[in-house]
Structures are given as structure tokens and as C-alpha cells.
């Protein structure tokens, strides 16, 4: 919060040395337009104002594209975890009855270290 409050203050700084320093009037002629005087300054801002919007707008289809690639992205992660979870329990069960076969299995032949019958 603080860097974003100190990078404007610095800016606006910039920004004001900038306008005093070219406060001298142009005329200016564009096609048919023409506008006999106006300070330096406005016309380089409004410039500049100009080409941040053009490209924001230029931009947006892109980052609507980006979104909506990132959300379907996201969902097939979630499809994707939920089926690793289905297969780690697949996974345990399936261990759990080899389990159960081989305690089953020395319960019928008998554990060697069973001191059940004597010699």
C-alpha cells in the first residue's frame, strides 16, 4: 500500500515539474481539425491518456480469453483431484483385502511363530 501511495507521489511531482516546465502554447492541425492554442502540457497528456485507453481496450478481448482459459484450467484440475482421490481409496481398499487374504492365509497354513502346538 505504502509503494503504490509513494510511486503516485513521485509521479505526481514528475507530473507538475513536467506542466510547468512546458507551459507554452502550440496550435495545433489534424485533418480537418485545427485548434489554435493550447498549453503543451494538455496536449501531451491527452496524447498519453489516449494511448493507455486504446491499448486497455486493445487488450481486453485477450484477458477475457485468458480468463475463461484459467477457469476451464481450474475446473479440470478439480476433475483431476478428485479422480487421484478416488484412486488412492481404490488403491487403499484394494490393499486392505490383500491384506485380509494374507492374514486369512496364515490363519490357514498356520503362523510358524505360533506357539499354539506343541512339540
Known sequence: MQRGLVTGLILGIILVVFAL???????????????????LVL????AILIGVVLSALSSYPAKQRLRKDNRQLKER???????????????????????????????????????????
Open 43 to 46: 496536449l501531451l497528456l491527452s
Open 21 to 39: 516546465q512546458n507551459a507554452i502554447s502550440v496550435s495545433v492541425k489534424f485533418l480537418i481539425w485545427q485548434i489554435p492554442e493550447i498549453p
Open 77 to 119: 484440475i478439480d476433475e483431476l483431484e478428485e479422480q487421484l482421490l478416488e484412486y488412492r481409496q481404490d488403491l487403499e481398499d484394494l490393499e486392505q483385502e490383500e491384506q485380509k487374504k494374507r492374514d486369512e492365509g496364515d490363519l490357514i497354513r498356520g503362523d510358524s511363530n505360533s506357539t499354539f502346538f506343541d512339540d
